[in-house]
């Protein structure tokens, strides 16, 4: 009889979905995977909620969450400006993944770009429009393309190693 080849043992990883409202944040959410994949040590999955604000984003992750109960965190990625208010802030701090736990938001007031902007050192205010425009005057691209991500210098990808915490 030959011998069997040693059992191969596989780790389980904890499994994280985060729901981004756009392009953007799931161009975004990307970027962190792709940096600092090995230091999340867990299985991150992706979703886009194609808009709609930010009870669309709630609504959206809870209907995937309780389709699919495998995941053991869910962060929503999400915009202040449209369609997110107080009772649903308190809506997501009450929602429950199955048994596993609740649901963690990210906020970007008024939106993802002004968050990026903070994150280059660029202080600016203004409306989402305004933001939007300041982003791509500073960086020569949409959030959603991620050719300005890969121009960062090395010192300000740093920066974000906060945000990989938050996942």
């Not at 808009?51 to 869910?74: F, I, M, P, Q, S």
């Not at 048994?99 to 902007?117: T, Y």
């Not at 989402?128 to 991620?146: N, Q, S, V, Y």
């Amino acid at each position: 009889m030959t011998p069997r080849p040693p059992v191969k043992t596989r780790t389980v990883k904890e499994t994280l979905l985060i729901v981004g409202e756009g392009e953007a944040d799931i161009a975004f959410v990307r970027f962190v995977k792709r940096m600092y994949a090995d230091s999340l040590g867990r299985a991150v999955q992706e979703h886009n909620a194609r808009g709609k604000g930010g009870k669309n984003v709630l609504e959206t992750a809870l209907r995937r969450a309780n389709n699919n109960r495998a995941y053991d965190k869910v962060v929503l990625l999400l915009d202040t400006d449209t369609d997110w208010d107080d009772a649903c802030r308190a809506k997501a701090r009450k929602s429950r993944i199955g048994n596993r736990g609740r649901l963690d938001v990210i906020e970007s007031d008024p939106c993802l770009e002004a968050w990026l902007l903070k994150i280059l050192g660029i202080e600016t205010e203004g409306d989402t429009r305004h933001m939007k425009r300041e982003f791509k005057r500073h960086t020569l691209c949409e959030a959603h393309e991620p050719e300005w991500m890969c121009r960062l210098p090395v010192n300000q990808c740093h920066a974000k190693s906060e945000v990989a915490g938050s996942f």
